[in-house]
């Protein structure tokens, strides 16, 4: 069967040389013929190493497809020495992809013209969910995608792989302009990325329609489509925008690509991108070979991060807030003696290739990073993801650490965090939107009250004395058993009586007026004893418990709520480790 697929391929695009190669093929009668057909071209791959496999398709001309039975399982092209790396590349995450099913779905939905919802976490071959059907269909794929500098990272890499490639955004200069003209022109360009903005200009949609009639449109992508949702960690204005994507582009398929999509969140990416009857796809977060632990952050965190990097196997990527604080720590990590990188989006794109490369390439790199970081990176063997400051939201969490252990082995997830992180937190995001007109500002009151919800759940999973797993999994609608790895499900903590000091707090709120979080912290510490910290960890548990209500405005305003009116009438037993 599988010959036969190839045989079919070969007649549907003359000119080119289709080969297939597979673990299950012998060397029957079909096959004999197909080779006599490609000549010099055909290879007999059965049993072979990589390796020998990469000897065998040396200076070759041919277009690889591997095929388990009926199904595809890796895709390559062979036309140089340069491109058989493109067929050892494919091959290696495709078989990854076949191993994991879900993305070889997606792939094969847009082969077949059908809408794709995809939730794959991080390291589940989801770019290649949209270059295959490219490859295959010698066609063009459009991707949209948020960031420039990820877009150029992608492009390079797949450059570097033999597959044409290009961007366009607001910054590209005019030869870049023409050469992507040129790969439109001669049909060459197999994945063009757009940045949602773009769509927004005219030019831009004139030349998507044009691409559209020319038939070559094999699908578009819309990466990391959570974007498009209010509800998400991570919404963008300018991709509520890309329903018009299915107006432009009517009947080429669309599949949707994130590493997290809550319920909520898929719900709003099929509405508004107006997927028809998309094939939904979700693979569980949960990533058996990752422990995480979530630990206050002590007054001097050097030596703690030291440790910990001494303790990883592999490499190891520190998230740390802000570019400040990544070329900080990454002086103050040199300065004790360890060869630190740093990475940001604000450095120049020379620097961030350096650095890109030193971590892809070094035996045990340490890189510290902006959450910019991460996208397009495949390195597989990172031991351990180290937060520096309590994440902004669990979607972006997962996201992170789910970089590390995508070969499989154990892998390590640290959160040093501190009760001040999310105050700090809620005043960047609050700054930030100064800097808005007074109408954009009223649009972005709702995101900030979002986001600070997210910081909120995100909190309360680091403070939180349950499992952090099952946790991180509830806060995206997936519901799991205690992943018996994480800090707490390792050392149980002993739970305490929290009960009267819980009443304490409840009758300093009681009365119907909102307090300030610091100010009640401090009346309680002078009435009661107790430190400050304390009291700020009990208020916030009891916020969590729906006794107390918090603004979200990120002014940590508390109110008390009927649930704690109840309490103080008639309480009951509150227990938790602290
Ligand atoms: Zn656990």
Request: proline share 4%.
């Amino acid at each position: 069967m599988a010959q036969i697929q190839l045989v079919q391929h070969a007649c549907g695009a003359p000119g080119l040389r289709w080969l297939g190669l597979g673990p299950d093929l012998r060397p029957s009668r079909s096959l004999l013929k197909l080779q006599r057909l490609l000549d010099k071209h055909a290879f007999w791959a059965q049993g072979r190493s990589f390796r020998q496999l990469r000897r065998l398709l040396a200076g070759s001309e041919a277009v690889v497809t591997l095929w388990r039975g009926k199904r595809l399982v890796g895709f390559g092209r062979a036309t140089s020495d340069g491109l058989c790396r493109a067929v050892l590349w494919d091959v290696v995450v495709a078989g990854d992809l076949q191993g994991r099913g879900l993305g070889r779905r997606v792939v094969e939905a847009l082969l077949a013209g059908q809408d794709c919802l995809a939730v794959l976490p991080t390291g589940a071959g989801k770019s290649l969910c949209y270059q295959l059907p490219a490859l295959v269909r010698q066609g063009l794929v459009v991707v949209i995608s948020p960031l420039v500098a990820l877009m150029q990272d992608q492009v390079r890499q797949l450059r570097r792989h033999g597959i044409a490639a290009a961007c366009l955004h607001q910054g590209l200069d005019l030869q870049r302009r023409q050469q992507l003209q040129q790969g439109l022109n001669d049909q060459s360009l197999r994945v063009l990325y757009l940045s949602p903005e773009r769509l927004q200009v005219e030019a831009t949609r004139r030349l998507l329609e044009e691409i559209h009639s020319t038939g070559r449109l094999v699908a578009l992508a819309v990466d990391e489509a959570h974007c498009i949702s209010a509800w998400g960690h991570d919404f963008r204005p300018h991709y509520r925008r890309l329903g018009e994507l299915r107006r432009l582009c009517p009947g080429v398929p669309m599949v949707a690509l994130s590493a997290t999509a809550a319920p909520q969140v898929r719900a709003d990416i099929i509405r508004l991108l107006q997927l028809r009857r998309p094939e939904v796809l979700v693979r569980s977060a949960r990533r058996s070979n990752l422990s995480y632990t979530m630990r206050r952050r002590s007054e001097q965190p050097l030596a703690e991060v030291l440790n910990a990097v001494a303790e990883a196997r592999g490499a190891v990527l520190i998230y740390a807030r802000t570019r400040l604080a990544v070329e900080e720590w990454s002086t103050r990590l040199a300065q004790a003696g360890l060869a630190a990188i740093p990475y940001h989006a604000g450095m120049d794109p020379a620097s961030r290739q350096l650095a890109l490369e030193h971590f892809q390439n070094q035996p045990r790199p340490v890189l510290v990073a902006t959450v910019a970081f991460g996208m397009g990176v495949d390195r597989a063997d990172v031991g351990l993801v180290l937060h520096l400051t309590l994440p902004a939201s669990v979607e972006g969490y997962l996201q992170e650490s789910g970089r590390a252990g995508r070969d499989g082995q154990p892998a390590d997830c640290l959160v040093l965090f501190a009760a001040a992180d999310r105050v700090s937190l809620g005043w960047a995001m609050r700054a930030a939107s100064q800097q808005l007109s007074a109408a954009e500002r009223l649009q972005e009151r709702e995101r900030l009250e979002l986001a600070q919800r997210q910081l909120r759940r995100m909190e309360a999973v680091a403070e939180g004395p349950g499992c952090r797993e099952q946790a991180l999994l509830l806060a995206v609608g997936e519901l799991a058993p205690p992943c018996q790895r994480c800090d707490n499900c390792r050392c149980h903590p002993a739970a305490v009586d929290w009960s009267e000091p819980a009443a304490q707090v409840l009758t300093a709120l009681d009365g119907g007026r909102g307090r300030d979080l610091r100010q009640l912290v401090e009346g309680l510490a002078k009435d009661h004893g107790q430190n400050q910290e304390t009291w700020g960890w009990l208020a916030r548990r009891l916020v969590q418990e729906e006794l107390i209500r918090e603004s979200d405005d990120g002014r940590q305003q508390l109110w008390l709520c009927a649930l704690g009116e109840n309490y103080l009438r008639s309480p009951w037993p509150l227990r938790w480790s602290a």
